[in-house]
């Protein structure tokens, strides 16, 4: 029995994708969750078909940037039903998020069984072709009407989902990516290592030079000395440097805490390497090229999953990894991480929830 509200639609979406170019974030599913926030509370929210929301001009997210957003995916599971990677811990860092802009806290289990039976009903929409996934996007928004710098009284939060393949058109073909040394993302104590949307837009400008100039991604330094390494647009970055992974620490708070590099860092236990989060320089990174001592370097994301970087350009010059080739390191960990959100290989830590339809 469906544990929200249910509203059937009366056609479907499915014949509007083009199944054989999915992209990315294009094409949405038939049904999506929707609750709100009123008088204190969260509602328990319903499932109803996707579709465009009635909102004010003077909706206050659309002048103060109150919004928060998570992502995660489903996978086809090669024995039938899909396969959730970690749900959990999306609830948790949205609640992190929304401490961080004055939104009230959803509750956690809501958010996982919303995420489970809108899967149900979506479940025709789940990809099964290589790198294929349906990308999950929850979200939360002020949707009070009102002109007025402070929280709002009222919220929405929506789930929608989206059939892809994947982030990047060549699955592990390594990205070129800019070291920005100009604009900045954060700070300490602003939002850097939350998933609001004023975090985002605050990368666009440089992401936008970076891409008319050749390049997939922008590696954010640190804002104030421009110095030390953050994290790329899209996601966390990691090093090889004499055999050990090294990733940015967490600790500066500008660094989202990405559920990919956690994983990443717990598997890299399992497979016999060290793995360290520190502070680390661009110019140790550059250093590391140069000397041969930096032989892969690798982004983690849910979108990305595991990408290879291939070149870094800083101040006007570029650095070539790996001879532009896919390290085994990073191989390694694209197949093993892949390998159990699929359901392919073992899953020791117990992070896969797999639903049965």
Request: aromatic share 12%; net charge negative.
């Given at each position: 029995?469906?544990?929200?509200?249910?509203?059937?639609?009366?056609?479907?979406?499915?014949?509007?994708?083009?199944?054989?170019?999915?992209?990315?974030?294009?094409?949405?599913?038939?049904?999506?969750?929707?609750?709100?926030?009123?008088?204190?509370?969260?509602?328990?929210?319903?499932?109803?078909?996707?579709?465009?929301?009635?909102?004010?001009?003077?909706?206050?997210?659309?002048?103060?940037?109150?919004?928060?957003?998570?992502?995660?995916?489903?996978?086809?599971?090669?024995?039938?039903?899909?396969?959730?990677?970690?749900?959990?811990?999306?609830?948790?860092?949205?609640?992190?998020?929304?401490?961080?802009?004055?939104?009230?806290?959803?509750?956690?289990?809501?958010?996982?069984?919303?995420?489970?039976?809108?899967?149900?009903?979506?479940?025709?929409?789940?990809?099964?072709?290589?790198?294929?996934?349906?990308?999950?996007?929850?979200?939360?928004?002020?949707?009070?009407?009102?002109?007025?710098?402070?929280?709002?009284?009222?919220?929405?939060?929506?789930?929608?989902?989206?059939?892809?393949?994947?982030?990047?058109?060549?699955?592990?073909?390594?990205?070129?990516?800019?070291?920005?040394?100009?604009?900045?993302?954060?700070?300490?104590?602003?939002?850097?290592?939350?998933?609001?949307?004023?975090?985002?837009?605050?990368?666009?400008?440089?992401?936008?030079?970076?891409?008319?100039?050749?390049?997939?991604?922008?590696?954010?330094?640190?804002?104030?000395?421009?110095?030390?390494?953050?994290?790329?647009?899209?996601?966390?970055?990691?090093?090889?440097?004499?055999?050990?992974?090294?990733?940015?620490?967490?600790?500066?708070?500008?660094?989202?805490?990405?559920?990919?590099?956690?994983?990443v860092l717990k598997l890299a236990g399992r497979l016999g390497y060290k793995a360290t989060e520190r502070t680390i320089s661009i110019n140790e990174v550059i250093e590391g090229i140069e000397s041969g001592r930096l032989t892969e370097s690798f982004g983690t994301g849910t979108a990305a999953a595991i990408s290879p970087?291939?070149?870094?350009?800083?101040?006007?010059?570029?650095?070539?990894?790996?001879?532009?080739e896919i390290g085994p390191i990073s191989q390694q960990m694209y197949d093993t991480l892949l390998g159990i959100q699929y359901g392919k290989l073992e899953d020791p830590f117990g992070w896969v929830t797999r639903i049965d339809y």
């Amino acid at each position: 029995m469906s544990k929200f509200k249910f509203n059937p639609r009366n056609d479907t979406l499915k014949n509007s994708i083009n199944w054989s170019k999915l992209g990315f974030g294009r094409y949405f599913a038939d049904y999506m969750y929707i609750s709100h926030y009123k008088d204190g509370s969260w509602e328990e929210g319903e499932i109803v078909p996707y579709q465009a929301l009635p909102i004010e001009p003077a909706m206050m997210t659309l002048h103060y940037a109150q919004t928060i957003f998570e992502g995660l995916k489903a996978y086809k599971n090669p024995n039938g039903g899909a396969n959730l990677f970690r749900p959990e811990m999306n609830a948790k860092r949205i609640n992190r998020s929304a401490d961080a802009v004055v939104i009230p806290q959803f509750p956690e289990d809501r958010f996982v069984e919303a995420i489970k039976e809108l899967i149900y009903y979506n479940r025709e929409f789940i990809p099964s072709g290589e790198g294929e996934t349906m990308y999950i996007r929850p979200f939360i928004f002020g949707s009070s009407n009102l002109i007025g710098v402070h929280p709002s009284k009222e919220y929405t939060m929506i789930i929608i989902m989206s059939p892809v393949g994947p982030y990047y058109k060549d699955i592990l073909r390594p990205v070129k990516i800019k070291v920005s040394d100009g604009y900045v993302r954060a700070v300490r104590g602003g939002l850097g290592s939350v998933k609001a949307g004023a975090n985002y837009a605050a990368s666009l400008k440089a992401s936008d030079i970076a891409e008319k100039e050749g390049y997939s991604q922008v590696l954010w330094l640190d804002g104030v000395h421009l110095t030390f390494v953050d994290e790329v647009g899209s996601m966390n970055i990691m090093f090889v440097i004499d055999g050990e992974i090294v990733t940015p620490s967490l600790e500066s708070g500008t660094i989202l805490p990405g559920i990919t590099r956690d994983s990443v860092l717990k598997l890299a236990g399992r497979l016999g390497y060290k793995a360290t989060e520190r502070t680390i320089s661009i110019n140790e990174v550059i250093e590391g090229i140069e000397s041969g001592r930096l032989t892969e370097s690798f982004g983690t994301g849910t979108a990305a999953a595991i990408s290879p970087v291939g070149l870094l350009s800083y101040r006007g010059k570029d650095y070539t990894i790996n001879n532009f080739e896919i390290g085994p390191i990073s191989q390694q960990m694209y197949d093993t991480l892949l390998g159990i959100q699929y359901g392919k290989l073992e899953d020791p830590f117990g992070w896969v929830t797999r639903i049965d339809y």
